[in-house]
């Protein structure tokens, strides 16, 4: 099955600063990779995605990268605010049955 | 707005107690999943359903099971609670967007249950 690894686990940058989440899968027919947010007591929520047929995919301060080759993909946040602090999932998915595969998150602080 | 709704919150059960949650959602979605969450471990998945009745296996089933009697409600059964179980449990539902195409999940509150 697939297995996707997220890094770092933990990540603290200055406010303005830009912030990277790094993840990597294994199973090469993943197709989908969305990002979720998760603040703190909240449910996780899609903040953005990409599909295999893409490359790049921008939304405002945030943008994610896919290399299928390497079987990863990354999470770009510009301009980084105190409310972009959460918990962040990285996630793959082969389309088969909408069956999606987690990273372990990544704890974002955002430091005045 | 989607709205997946878990029944309880917080629950606290025994060692050997059969556990009930139920989730449902109002959104006519197709798919219905069940997560647990655990620090340094992300969301794994249980247990999902495509459709009413259906049911197949996620990345860690054992010890649980799951029913699907409505298409808007998906409930995960612990029948034999253990400490190992005392987890965040995530119940989320997604659209069907077609063969071979994953849509975005919407999540409920999670329901944290403790085992004594």
């Known amino acids: 099955g697939e297995n996707v690894e997220q890094h770092p686990s933990t990540l603290s940058v200055q406010e303005g600063d830009s912030a990277v989440i790094k993840c990597t899968y294994s199973?090469?027919?993943?197709?989908?990779f969305p990002w979720y947010k998760q603040e703190l007591g909240k449910r996780p929520q899609l903040i953005i995605d990409i599909r295999s047929n893409v490359g790049e995919k921008k939304d405002q301060r945030i943008a994610v990268t896919l290399n299928k080759t390497a079987k990863h993909f990354s999470l770009h946040i510009t301009e980084t605010q105190p409310e972009d602090s959460a918990v962040y999932f990285c996630?793959?998915?082969?389309?088969?049955?909408?069956?999606?595969?987690f990273g372990t998150g990544t704890q974002l602080k955002v430091e005045l | 707005d989607v709205k997946v709704t878990q029944s309880s919150r917080y629950l606290v059960k025994r060692t050997g107690e059969k556990v009930f949650l139920e989730c449902v959602q109002d959104m006519d979605h197709e798919n219905m999943f069940w997560y647990r969450q655990d620090p340094g471990l992300g969301l794994r998945l249980i247990y999902f359903?495509?459709?009413?009745?259906?049911?197949e296996k996620g990345d860690i089933p054992e010890g649980y099971s799951v029913s699907r009697e409505k298409k808007e409600r998906f409930s995960l059964i612990l029948e034999s609670a253990s400490t190992n179980q005392t987890s965040m449990y995530l119940c989320?539902?997604?659209?069907?967007?077609?063969?071979?195409?994953?849509?975005?999940?919407?999540f409920g509150e999670g329901s944290r249950l403790t085992v004594l």
């Open positions: 199973d090469s027919a993943s197709n989908y």
């Open positions: 996630a793959a998915s082969s389309g088969g049955g909408n069956k999606l595969t």
């Open positions: 989320a539902s997604s659209p069907w967007t077609g063969a071979g195409r994953t849509g975005e999940l919407f």
């Open positions: 359903s495509y459709d009413v009745k259906m049911k």
